[in-house]
Each structure stands twice: as C-alpha cells, then as structure tokens.
C-alpha cells in the first residue's frame, strides 16, 4: 500500500459518476427552497429540475430520482392529487426530459408526499388497506410513465404492488417503462430529513402511529430476501435496498442470493449526519462523502441513489 499507483492497481472496486441517481425535491413555487435539516439540499421549482437535468447530463451522472413537494393545503386522506396528470411531478418530467433526453428519470410511487396523514397509502379502520393503495398507485404510475418517466419506483411496500404495475404498463402499451422496487424497504428513524424536504403530513393523525406495518422491521435478514424474489417474480427489473449504509449486510446479500441489479438508497438522515458531522469539523466532509458512496460499490451495488450524486461527481472529477 507504499504508493498510489499500487493502490490503484489493486483497488477492487470502484466509484464512477455512472454509480449514481441523484435524489432531487422539487416544489411547485419559484426559485429554490433550502431543507434546513439537510444543508446543501434545495427543493426545486421545476425550471430548476430541468436545469438539473442538464448538469447531470455534463457530470455524467445517469439518472435522477424526483421527489414532491406538496403544498399542506391541497393534501387530503387518499392523496388524491398522486395522480393529477399535471401535478409537479408531471410537469417536471416533461421538462427535465425535454432539456436532457439522455437523462433517465425514476418516479417515486407512493401517496405519502400527497396524503394529509403522512401514510404512503389509503386507510381503512386503522389499517393501511393493501389492495385499495395498490388501485391508486397504479393511477399515480400510469401518468407518471404517460408524462415520460423511465423507471417506477413503488417505495410503498404494498404486497403485490409491481406485479399490478407490470400488468397495468403493458395494457397501455408502456412495456418499456421500468420497474425498480423499493424491495426490502426498513421502517427507519433515517427517513426524517425527508419528510421535512417533501413536507410530510404528521404521522399518527389518522391510521398507524409509523409505518412499522408496512415497512420491514430492521431486524430481518431473510425477509429481505423473501421480498426481493416476490418483486422479481411479479417483474421488478431492479430492486433497491433503503436504508443504504446501515443495512450494507442486506445490500451485499440480495446481491448474492438474486444477482439482480441492486441498489442502495443513501437516505436523508445519511446525508443529514455526514454534513453535520462535517459542519461542526468532526470528520472530513468530502472523503467521508466519497468513503460513504464507495461502500455501496463494495457491498456489490449496481448503483446509489443519493443527495450527493453532484457533488460526487464533480469530485470524481466528471
Ligand atoms: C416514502 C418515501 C420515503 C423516502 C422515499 N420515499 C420516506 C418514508 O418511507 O417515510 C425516504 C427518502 C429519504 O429519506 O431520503 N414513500
């Protein structure tokens, strides 16, 4: 290990700006919105996203995962607004493909940014219902693929949920639009960050407490891998482990078990403890940035999606 060279000779895995999805808010305002519990993290008007979508085209990162921000005021119990064919998330689909057509664009599919309790779907009694969630996730999935949207990404848990998307895509003819499961998604403490960037209606107002119901206890191993094989048989082209690093076990396991392209979700409260940590001079910010991402390609990660992905490609020197 005397020199750099050595080093990079026998180096084992490697980090490129084609490893990563940039996670991106955007709003429905003007101008952006910084997240204060994420420095460095904007939400975006959707001239911003497209503009975005251009950078990330120079750094030559591949993909953009988009999230919404939605006004408190036109949230209601079944997010109805998930599926407005010209809602934000539409709009800024559009108009990041038409300024970077060679930029994938990956969907979020879920209520929880549209429904006033916060919960990723609908609920009946005091349970999230299943089934009726899955209905209108497939309307949510529907115009987003229809507004141009190159990867679904269902990160709401629901059983069965790609199968039905699967179905629903090849009867409207979008066979070519991609599933990539939120497969083995943790209830975790770091998803905070996130509900404040997206505005996150307050769990507990109606329904469930948290999302324990839905969302995998972090204790499981092989459930995991259970609901991996479940997504690829219903059709998920790629599947995603979330939390990303304190879940590295899970993420090198379902690369093993399925040989599938896996990838890993480098969540808010990931990003939130490097910058604070970094902010207050405890660690050195950029090669904590670069060690954190490089894991993921270690662990076997076909990819990361993360706050991150400009700033790491400008320091992989794209
Ligand atoms: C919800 C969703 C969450 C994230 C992405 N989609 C939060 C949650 O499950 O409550 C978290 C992303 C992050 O923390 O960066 N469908």
Not at 62 to 86: M, Q, R, T, Y
Not at 275 to 280: E, F, S, V
Request: glycine residues 8%; proline residues 5%.
């Amino acid at each position: 290990r005397q020199a750099d060279w050595v080093r990079r000779l026998v180096r084992e895995s490697v980090l490129t700006p084609a490893d990563l999805i940039w996670s991106m808010v955007v709003h429905e305002g003007e101008g952006e919105v910084p997240v204060a519990s994420m420095p460095g993290v904007s939400r975006l008007s959707v001239d911003q996203c497209a503009q975005a979508a251009v950078e990330a085209r120079k750094l030559g990162i591949p993909a953009i995962a988009i999230f919404p921000h939605i006004d408190g005021a036109k949230k209601d119990a079944a997010g109805s607004l998930a599926a407005a064919p010209n809602g934000v998330v539409c709009r800024a689909v559009k108009a990041m493909k038409d300024a970077a057509p060679e930029v994938g664009i990956m969907c979020d599919v879920a209520l929880d940014p549209f429904t006033d309790h916060g919960h990723d779907g609908i609920i009946e009694g005091d349970k999230i219902a299943n089934d009726a969630t899955i209905e209108r996730l497939v309307e949510q999935a529907l115009v987003q693929a229809r507004a141009g949207c190159d990867i679904l990404a269902p990160s709401d848990m629901m059983d069965g949920r790609c199968g039905k998307l699967r179905e629903a895509l090849e009867a409207e003819g979008l066979q070519d639009v991609m599933i990539m499961s939120y497969a083995a998604k943790f209830a975790s403490a770091f998803y905070g960050p996130y509900r404040d960037a997206i505005g996150s209606g307050k769990l507990g107002t109606a329904g469930p407490a948290d999302k324990k119901t839905y969302q995998m206890d972090s204790a499981n191993t092989e459930e995991a891998l259970r609901e991996v094989a479940l997504d690829i048989a219903e059709g998920a082209d790629m599947v995603m482990v979330k939390p990303g690093m304190p879940y590295l076990d899970i993420v090198s396991r379902v690369v093993r078990e399925f040989n599938m392209p896996t990838f890993a979700f480098q969540v808010s409260g990931e990003y939130a403890m490097i910058m604070a940590a970094a902010q207050n001079g405890w660690i050195d910010e950029e090669r904590a940035i670069l060690e954190s991402l490089g894991a993921f390609k270690r662990a076997g990660a076909a990819g990361i999606i993360t706050y991150f992905a400009p700033r790491a490609a400008r320091m992989l020197g794209a």
